[in-house]
């Protein structure tokens, strides 16, 4: 029976490394791996399920690279069970227990087809397990658990002895002693020997050095795999098979070979092994054992992010109560002055509300119509008397605006002229009596016969000429 190409994401959920794999399942039940590990760094400031969620990003970048579709995300936890919540983003993932998960992936090996049932020991970072898997439907007994072979306690014990060899190492330059020697102990498997440095002191790390710190933890997982052969005869000849992240030192499975005097099943990638187990129970129609678990949703806060955000929140709050109280000002200013009583305009923001809406009654219902008057106590300015026989009708004069005579320009409107009164006042003198307004005859008006009493007869002869026709030119006066 065949089944359709399906990609599926698992990781394993340890206390150490966080192993991501991006399994595809084709067809033919052909398996391909696509795989990365994040390392753990105590200044990361991430919690387990950050941790998990950064691992999930990376894969799901890693699919939508190579144009794959992810139908699930399966999650491999000792006990079946993920802290809910965490930081990062909210997502829903199948949670599988590590020997189920385990089991899954061996079952679709078929490294160990050959045999019905296998023990396994799960090595890794804060422990080791060990369970019996039937190789047919993957399904697992109840773990046995020994924290004696743990990759924490190798890394610990590394650094104790390179620390006494060093001086003036502070609490951060420890934490760093102990991730190189966390680097060291995964590099000797390649060669006999490899060196730490921390603040220019120099330790070396040989393979001889970690067989001696597994050598009491690997006698006594093997004591737990006696006793479960011990306690079911048909297990006597089931061959071990040693997974996790301890799988991968060959100080390791060369102890487990010495202690149990056989060579245990090592399969490729063992530390991948959960998280391609959890891949595979994620898939869809498998029915496997898992639980559907939220994953992350809360943001990652601490003091660090904190302090920064409630300086920028008491930025933002001050600069909007800044906003507020100029627009406040520059509002009243506006609404509230007047021309007519610029004593208003200068009004406290305190009672800007009530002031304006004071005004803006006051507007409403003094401001006149055309066919109301102004109030006799308002003043009205206006720039010459408006007169009666005018073509426009007289405006009303308005209390806020100064009033303006109608233009003159392109309308057939006479104009005026001042004339000598028929008085003997002498043209220099300033007239007394109101001058009359005649219309401008559009000709020019001849002098008079005989100069008038009070003339000088010895004057320039202009009396008689109106204002807008000035001779051009005087007679001068006889010697």
């Avoid at 060093?166 to 006999?192: H, I, N, P, V």
């Amino acid at each position: 029976m065949t089944h359709p190409t399906t990609t599926t994401l698992g990781l394993s959920a340890g206390s150490g490394m966080v192993h991501c794999a991006l399994v595809t399942v084709d067809d033919h039940d052909r398996t391909r791996v696509d795989s990365r590990v994040i390392d753990v760094d105590p200044t990361d400031r991430l919690d387990r399920a950050g941790r998990l969620n950064s691992g999930i990003d990376l894969m799901l970048d890693r699919a939508a690279a190579a144009d794959l579709t992810v139908a699930a995300i399966g999650v491999a936890a000792r006990g079946g069970t993920i802290p809910t919540g965490g930081a990062g983003s909210r997502r829903q993932v199948h949670v599988v227990d590590d020997p189920e998960a385990i089991g899954r992936a061996l079952a679709q090996s078929g490294a160990v087809a050959a045999h019905p049932r296998v023990i396994v020991v799960d090595a890794g970072d804060s422990g080791t397990s060990v369970f019996v898997i039937d190789t047919g439907d993957g399904t697992a007994t109840v773990p046995e658990r020994t924290t004696a072979l743990s990759g924490a306690a190798i890394d610990t014990a590394l650094a104790e002895r390179a620390a006494a060899t060093m001086t003036d190492l502070g609490r951060r330059r420890r934490a760093e002693l102990r991730s190189a020697c966390r680097t060291a102990k995964e590099e000797l498997a390649e060669s006999d020997s490899t060196i730490v440095s921390v603040a220019g002191q120099r330790f070396t790390i040989t393979a001889s050095m970690v067989d001696d710190l597994v050598a009491d933890g690997v006698t006594a997982v093997a004591d737990v795999v006696a006793g479960i052969r011990a306690g079911d005869l048909a297990l006597l000849h089931t061959p071990v098979v040693l997974v996790g992240g301890l799988a991968t030192m060959a100080s390791v499975r060369a102890a487990f070979a010495r202690v149990l005097a056989e060579e245990p099943v090592v399969p490729e990638a063992p530390e991948l092994v959960g998280a391609v187990g959890a891949a595979l129970a994620a898939r869809p129609g498998q029915g496997a054992p898992t639980a559907l678990e939220f994953l992350g949703g809360r943001r990652h806060r601490d003091l660090l992010s904190v302090v920064p955000v409630a300086v920028m929140g008491a930025v933002l709050v001050a600069a909007m109560l800044t906003a507020v109280v100029v627009g406040v000002r520059v509002q009243g200013a506006s609404v509230i002055g007047d021309d007519d009583n610029p004593s208003t305009s200068a009004t406290a923001p305190a009672t800007a509300t009530a002031t304006v809406s004071q005004r803006a009654t006051a507007s409403s219902t003094s401001r006149p119509t055309s066919t109301r008057t102004a109030p006799t106590d308002d003043p009205v300015t206006t720039t010459s008397p408006v007169d009666d026989d005018a073509v426009d009708p007289p405006r009303t004069p308005r209390p806020w605006a100064t009033t303006q005579l109608p233009t003159t320009e392109g309308r057939d409107v006479p104009t005026s002229t001042i004339t000598p009164p028929s008085t003997t006042a002498p043209l220099e003198s300033s007239v007394t009596d109101s001058p009359s307004l005649t219309p401008y005859p559009f000709t020019p008006i001849p002098g008079p016969t005989t100069a008038p009493e009070s003339v000088n007869p010895d004057s320039s002869g202009v009396q008689g000429f109106s204002a807008q026709t000035r001779p051009t030119t005087e007679t001068p006066p006889a010697p």
